[in-house]
């Protein structure tokens, strides 16, 4: 499986998770419908705004679908950027992520 870096996590301002990889882009990933979509613009896989799911719920479902649909694992490293993310959730997330998110 290839691996590549997550430059930065960010909660936008509709309430959206976006997840910034370093190089790989998953432009056709809507296609599996995990509800994961990937915006050219930002160059991010994002969720919908949460309504069951909690972002760490919605975080493992992007890295999952970047693995299963293009066999790409993505990796939160200690350069990764935090953007509109609380220490809460972001605790959360690096936790998600040692537990095999």
């Not at 998953?26 to 969720?47: C, K, M, N, Q």
């Not at 760490?56 to 992007?62: A, F, I, N």
């Not at 490293?77 to 998110?101: F, M, S, Y």
């Amino acid at each position: 499986m290839d691996q590549d870096f997550i430059s930065a996590v960010k909660i936008d301002d509709q309430g959206r998770l976006h997840v910034v990889p370093d190089n790989t882009e998953f432009p056709l990933i809507y296609h599996a419908g995990l509800e994961v979509s990937w915006d050219d613009s930002t160059r991010s896989l994002h969720s919908p705004k949460p309504r069951d799911w909690d972002y760490v719920r919605w975080y493992q479902q992007l890295v999952t679908a970047a693995a299963q649909e293009y066999g790409c694992q993505l990796l939160l490293t200690d350069q990764t950027t935090w953007i509109n993310v609380d220490p809460d959730t972001k605790a959360q997330l690096l936790e998600a992520q040692c537990h095999g998110a």
